[in-house]
C-alpha cells in the first residue's frame, strides 16, 4: 500500500487527508480536530465503533443512536442534518481519491453529500481499493453481506456472503454513492488508520 500516492490523489481532489499509525493517534487528532462545543452527528458505523470514536469526542453534543435514546430516529437523523460535523466511515477508498458507499435509507449517503459542512470519514486500511470498480466490488461483497447478518436482513448475501444482486425487500444497496471531491461548501476529513476496522 502506498500511503503517499494515496494520500497525493485524496489532496489533489479537495480532501484534507490524514494518515496514523494507531487509533489512538487517531483519536487524538479527531479529538483536536472537532471543537469541543461542537454538535455532531453519526452514520451507523462498525468502525467508529470499534475506535470508540464517542468516547474520544466525550464533551461534544454527540448524535449518535446508541447514546441517544429519549429521540425519535427520524427526528434524531433531522437534528444530524444539521449538526455542526458528521462522521462516518466508507465502504470503500480507492487509491484514485474517490470513496464509495452504498446505502440502504440514504441517511448516511445524504449527510455526506448534503449535509453538515464538516465531514468526516474515517476508515482502516482494509477499507482501502485500487480504484473505483473494486470499490464497488467491495461495497457488495466484503461490506454489504456482513452488515446484512448484524442488521438480521433477510437476504441471500446474508446466509452466502456473497452479493447476488437481489431485488429483496430487506436489501441494504439501494443507492451507490461515489464522492470524487468534497460536494461545494463542504470540507471532508479522511482519516485513515493502518489497522482493520469494521467491514
Ligand atoms: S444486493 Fe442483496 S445480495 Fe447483494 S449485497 Fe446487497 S443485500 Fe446482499
Not at 31 to 54: D, H, Q, R, Y
Not at 61 to 89: C, G, Q
Request: aromatic share 6%; glycine share 8%; net charge positive.
Amino acid at each position: 500500500m502506498d500511503i503517499q500516492k494515496i494520500a497525493k490523489n485524496f489532496a489533489s481532489r479537495g480532501f484534507l487527508f490524514n494518515y496514523f499509525e494507531t487509533v489512538e493517534e487517531a483519536n487524538e487528532y479527531i479529538a483536536s480536530l472537532i471543537p469541543e462545543n461542537a454538535t455532531v452527528g453519526f452514520g451507523g458505523s462498525v468502525t467508529v465503533k470499534e475506535m470508540n470514536l464517542t468516547d474520544a469526542l466525550n464533551g461534544r453534543t454527540l448524535l449518535h443512536r446508541d447514546l441517544v435514546k429519549d429521540v425519535e430516529p427520524a427526528i434524531l437523523m433531522d437534528k444530524m442534518h444539521y449538526a455542526d460535523w458528521y462522521v462516518s466511515s466508507a465502504n470503500a477508498l480507492c487509491v484514485t481519491g474517490d470513496i464509495v458507499n452504498i446505502d440502504g435509507r440514504g441517511n448516511r449517503v445524504g449527510e455526506i453529500v448534503n449535509g453538515p459542512k464538516n465531514i468526516l470519514i474515517v476508515c482502516g486500511v482494509n477499507k482501502i481499493t485500487e480504484d473505483i470498480a473494486s470499490g464497488i466490488e467491495r461495497t457488495r461483497n466484503v461490506a454489504s453481506p456482513p452488515n446484512c447478518v448484524r442488521l438480521n436482513k433477510k437476504t441471500p448475501c446474508a446466509v452466502t456472503g456473497k452479493c447476488s444482486y437481489c431485488n429483496s425487500p430487506d436489501t441494504i444497496c439501494r443507492a451507490t454513492v461515489i464522492l470524487h471531491h468534497p460536494t461545494t461548501g463542504k470540507q471532508v476529513h479522511i482519516v485513515l488508520v493502518n489497522k482493520k476496522l469494521g467491514y
